[in-house]
């Protein structure tokens, strides 16, 4: 048993958000110091610095004198706010303290609370000249009365209509307006996006909390309006929509929450909401918004035109499209604090203690469930039956799993899969089908990769049973696309990206920044699942996946086969930006009832990925695919197709298992192949197997033995007219014939080999041939000028910021090295060997020609320990270790610059 340790602490609650809420107003005043808070007030700056700090509550009369520093005048909502984080029953507040000396001394360039704009002392304005107060401008909250305003009606200015006062023809007033509904619950995380959104709130007076469903935009908006709602004369109002089914009862649903007297029959519920508003200085939040979109983008742009103080808080699963809109997407939550809330929620339904491995659990069930705050809810109701690990083995299937929420939420709320209905109810039918098949993407996607899984649909291809297509609406609801309704039936490009967007919108598909390749998109795990469920309960998952398979077999058949010349750096990062996605590919077509077709895309993946796994280091990753290919394709060998395919594959995976030294494996495949290419006449084939029969016997120690073979294989290569494959085979020839004190014969390889790079346009091999000529140049004890070792040193690494190829990188400061012993750069020179020894791919083997004997390491090695005595060898050396990839390699290029 392993020591038991308590969750993280949660917090304290509603004291850590009340003293949240004073350092916020603190910095909505002008950051005053405390010294200067202090000068107002009889308290030291010590105590007011205490009182905000969260560590405990204090004392009401700190709190007051803390609200009177800053400006604040009615204080019935603080003292509320206090009552509640003391966990004290409601009261009347307390008499204020008479003042003590003097009023505060104005401050210069005192900012207001809510805007940040300066605002000094002034004379009031006349309420009725419509004059702003001076330096805000107009419709902006007021000093003074804004800061101790409430966030439901304020004490001292009852919300009602009176003759003389804007709605004077309402007839009673039914109730105070609704507030800020403040959940029980602790509010965890999120300080940051509360600030902000507070801060757009000042500069924008209609801001929508976007995002997915169960990301938090409620609890956000409500924990926002509670502190905002303090800067505002007339606080701030709550109307909840998620029950309004119509958008004609829309305004009446705002109506009743603002407490607003019924509708007179002589006017329209908008026009009663107008005049009632006017004049006002309010947060009026609408909550849950999607499925009322164009009527609430309707509404938001009569209040806004028809009042200077009303600002509205929206909250929506999409935005609601009027032009002063401003969004706000509210993120995930990051892993600490996903971990404090799981924790938080847990510890109220079990009192258990959790063990170092539980807490690893726990943080990697949060990281498979995204940050979402309603699945991490979920996921800690299931914490009574389950520990955080066995939770965890069970996330494959979250759907079903996570079904257990909050019996009074809201229907939607209850479960991740009704979270997830609810916005699939509000997709069109298109925005329903492309969901469904972008599932079976992992990583990001591109917009050609989309178009590939894109069709036209059947009837009801993704509902579940029973189910049609959906309208794009609930019940009684209007379809977001400029007040029509979308059928499904065609398709096509345009539709497509009309159905991109809307996921866009829905927060469904997310964007990645372009990196000149174009806009990339990714799905968040628990929206992939659902889509998922969607696609296989519709019959379509096969033929999408197909899809994705033929889709990404294409892109690797195009990269392979321009290989060889410009924009070998680009196809790189292409690659390894779709690997998640070709893993998946290769992965369904390997599977054991793959179609023969589709085992043929997956082999073809795995051979047109060679060059991608040797320039990576990940030559055994490459190995296993290719075996698994060949295996699942050995059925069809009989389909000369299908054999020759095989036949390239074998010398591509005999290729990648000499680097990690698998040496007879590798040689008996590259003979297997080279046979078969013999029958098949595939002179090309033959050529890159006996390169790599050459290879592995070189590997293996035997220099001379290889030189016949590297030779044979060159003039296949020629013979076929494959000059990449020449090139490859002579420079390892040359690299051979140097081990073995040939140098005249190596060059001449090499110039051969240089000139083919060259005719192609060809840059990420180029490096070795680099490196081959800089170990002859050793040799020869050239090491400086134009053309000796340092410079084709630098010819190895310097192409490495585009390639970062770290077999490269090694074999570019291991000759580094052996230049700087050379010249007398004895540190250097260990640094070198250090940082050599941290770029080999952990999987592979020094080929025996890497290091040649004609070099003479071991002598260099053994004067370096001389010179620099052991300890100062072995410190140097792991100096030179830890550096990162980047920085090694060019503080090894300034070394070599310098040293020519």
Known sequence: MGRREKPIEPGQGKAAEFAADLRMLRRRTGNVPYRELASRVPYSASSLSAAASGHRLPAWPVVAAYLEACGVTGTGEWHRRWRQAAGLPPEAEPAARPPAGPPPRPTAGTSFPFTGSAAGPARAPDPSSGEPPHGLPPGLPRQGTAAGAPYGPPSDAPWQDTEDGPGGAAEGVPHAPRGVPDPPTRFVGRDHEVEEVCRLLAEHRLLTLTGVGGVGKTRLAQRAARTAGLLLRDGACWVELAEVTSPDVLPYAVVEGLGLAPVPPHTTPTAHLADALRGREILLVLDNCEHLAAACARLAHLLLASTTGVRLLATSRLPLGPAAERLYVVPPLPEDASLALLTDRAALLADAAWSPDDVEHARAVIRRLDGLPLAIEFAARRLRALSPGQLLDRLDERLPLLSKGDPVAPERHRSLRAMLDWSHQLCTPAEQRLWARLSVFVGSISLEAAHAVWEVPRTGAETGPGEGARTGAGPGEETRTGGETRGGGETGPEELLDAVDGLIDHSLLLTEPGDGAGRRYTMLETVREYGRDRLARGGDLDDARTRHLLWFRDMVREAYERWAGPGQAARLRELGRELPNLRQALEYGVREDAEPAQARAALDIAHGLVWYWTATGAAEQGVGWLRRALAATAPADGDPVVRAARTRAMWACAFLAVFPADLEAAAGQAAEAAARARADGDQASVGWATTVTALATLTGGGVEESLDAFRAAVTDLRAAADRYGEQNALSILASALCATGRIEEALVCLERAFGLSREQDERWHRPY??????????????????????????????????????????????????????????????????????????????????????????????????????????????????????????????????AM
Do not use: M
């Open 769 to 898: 041939l680099h490196w081959v000529r800089a170990k002859t140049l050793i040799v020869e004890r050239r090491l400086t000028g134009p053309d000796g070792a340092l410079a084709h040193v630098l010819g190895v690494l310097e192409p490495q910021r585009d390639f970062a190829d770290p077999r490269a990188l090694a074999l570019g400061h291991d000759t580094l090295a052996h230049c700087a012993w050379l010249l007398g750069r004895h540190r250097e020179a260990a640094r070198l060997f250090g940082a050599s020894e941290a770029r080999w791919p952990v999987e592979e083997t020094r080929i025996a020609a890497y290091r040649v004997a004609a070099l003479d390491t071991a002598r260099c090695l053994e004067e370096l320990r001389a010179a620099l005595g052991e300890d100062a060898y072995r410190a140097a050396r792991a100096e030179g270790a830890a550096l990162p990839a980047e920085e090694a390699r060019e503080w090894a290029i300034r070394f070599a610059t310098d």
